[in-house]
């Protein structure tokens, strides 16, 4: 396998990229519209997966842009050779809105205050593309009445270096069953979009949630987050997906070491973990600062295709597991993935820790390598301590 980035222990993440495109083509297929752009969320290192690596991999697939929360994230991709439409989702400083022109970045803007200091801010020859953020019940940024959104649009035509590109929402309860709230929400939404002069390029509300079930809130572009890396929205919209998901994320490593321990012998921190009697056990090269937490003591890995619970605490580096017989060291250990008849899902993970599913993947730390699968191969390792990735190799 060649690499850019060399590790040098045995735990790794492996991210399915062909995953990823069929989970994407599948979503795109089941929008069925080519007047409906999807805007591939790949914020937070897109879940923990790898920024530019699923960025690049989204276009291909068919995103049309790209969405992220912070400005470092957006500079990070364009850094990363990405040169499709990148948008802002969180608050960006009106100070850095040069900084955006410059990469070509679209921010939020979500209220008329910062509208102002932006306008102030930004240099006579830069321009700025903007969406705003409406918030119709979501609660977190955006503005909130109609009167302010058209002193909004009419200060952004007032000016020759703003341009309003769009306008958009985000919903509450899309991956509840119950359309209660989220119609609720539509239609303040539908009534702010009534007070606009025009229509901007880009009117989006769609979350992963909203696009797979409810095709009302399409509008003309969409954000699909969550479900491209084929995890479903919520436990409760597990039903009614219309097509199967397939997990990208997965995460393995391999036995450094294996023992026979006899009745009573102890294991790990504080000797929670006894022996009842003749036992092997192995220990494997990943633990809390890895992000596999100390909560998980107790889960089920795979080894030999067999699962196999973690014993005693989990250390900062290590953990210990129950093996199914003497195995020798180097042997692969499946924490999340599918290993012979067995599998481990992210939902699994999930539920042991009392979470969703969102934040597994985010919380494997970047000192976990991440080994990208293209066409069925490795094709290139990236990891964040080391590297900043660049174009998958073939």
């Excluded at 069953?177 to 025009?198: A, C, I, K, P, S």
């Excluded at 696009?211 to 890396?229: C, D, E, P």
Aim: aromatic share 8%.
């Amino acid at each position: 396998m060649e690499t850019q980035t060399q590790f040098f222990r045995d735990t790794w993440a492996e991210i399915n990229l062909d995953y990823l495109t069929e989970n994407i083509k599948n979503i795109k297929q089941h929008i069925a519209s080519d007047e409906v752009e999807m805007f591939a969320v790949v914020k937070a290192n897109a879940y923990g997966h790898g920024d530019v690596q699923v960025a690049l991999t989204a276009l291909e697939a068919g995103a049309h842009g790209l969405a992220v929360a912070f400005l470092d994230e957006a500079i990070s991709l364009r850094k990363g050779g990405v040169q499709a439409p990148i948008l802002v989702l969180g608050a960006t400083r009106a100070k850095d809105v040069n900084l955006a022109s410059f990469h070509n970045i679209s921010l939020t803007t979500f209220s008329l205050e910062w509208l102002e200091e932006a306008a102030n801010e930004l240099e006579e020859t830069s321009s700025l593309r903007l969406h705003i953020k409406c918030d119709t019940g979501m609660g977190r940024i955006g503005v909130r009445s109609a009167e302010e959104l058209k002193k909004m649009e009419t200060f952004i035509n007032s000016s020759s270096r703003l341009h309003l590109e769009g306008i958009f929402t985000h919903y509450a309860t899309a991956d509840e069953l119950d359309d209660t709230y989220l119609d609720r929400q539509l239609e303040m939404f539908e009534e702010m979009l009534g007070v606009l002069d025009e229509r901007p390029r880009y009117v989006h509300s769609s979350n992963s949630a909203a696009a797979l079930r409810k095709s009302t809130t399409h509008f003309n572009a969409v954000r699909v987050g969550i479900a491209m890396y084929g995890l479903s929205p919520s436990q409760e919209m597990k039903g009614v997906l219309p097509f199967p998901l397939k997990e990208v994320f997965s995460l393995h490593s391999r036995l450094i070491y294996t023992k026979e321990l006899k009745a009573g012998d102890k294991i790990s921190y504080g000797a929670t973990y006894e022996s009842s009697g003749n036992e092997w056990i192995g220990t494997i090269p990943i633990g809390y600062a890895d992000g596999w937490l100390r909560k998980l003591q107790g889960q089920q890995v795979i080894v030999d295709g067999k699962r196999s619970p973690i014993v005693g605490r989990i250390c900062m580096d290590q953990c210990m597991i129950s093996l199914p017989g003497p195995l020798k060291p180097g042997a692969k250990v499946t924490l999340i993935g599918i290993e012979e008849d067995e599998a481990v899902s992210i939902d699994e993970i999930a539920e042991k820790l009392e979470t969703i599913n969102y934040e597994i993947p985010c919380i494997i730390s970047t000192r976990v390598p991440r080994i990208y699968i293209r066409n069925g191969r490795p094709a290139e390792v990236s990891n964040k301590l080391l590297s900043t990735g660049g174009e998958m190799k073939n």
